[in-house]
């Protein structure tokens, strides 16, 4: 029988910090990669889903 909280992550299981951190970290990558491109992108907010397309497409 397992004890483990079934509303927390296991060892294996990124917490939602965590989880944020890297959302931040890949946010912050495709915005760097854009202007790199010469696409307009803001400096903070939302990235359109175009810009995230061509990234995914991209790597």
């Given at each position: 029988?397992?004890?483990?909280?079934?509303?927390?992550?296991?060892?294996?299981?990124?917490?939602?910090?965590?989880?944020?951190?890297?959302?931040?970290?890949?946010?912050?990558?495709?915005?760097?990669?854009?202007?790199?491109?010469?696409?307009?992108v803001t400096?903070?907010?939302?990235?359109?889903?175009?810009?995230?397309?061509?990234?995914?497409?991209?790597?």
């Amino acid at each position: 029988m397992s004890t483990r909280d079934p509303g927390r992550p296991g060892p294996d299981e990124p917490d939602e910090a965590e989880s944020e951190q890297r959302g931040h970290e890949r946010t912050a990558a495709i915005r760097a990669w854009a202007k790199q491109q010469g696409l307009a992108v803001t400096d903070d907010g939302p990235l359109p889903a175009a810009i995230v397309a061509m990234y995914e497409a991209a790597h």
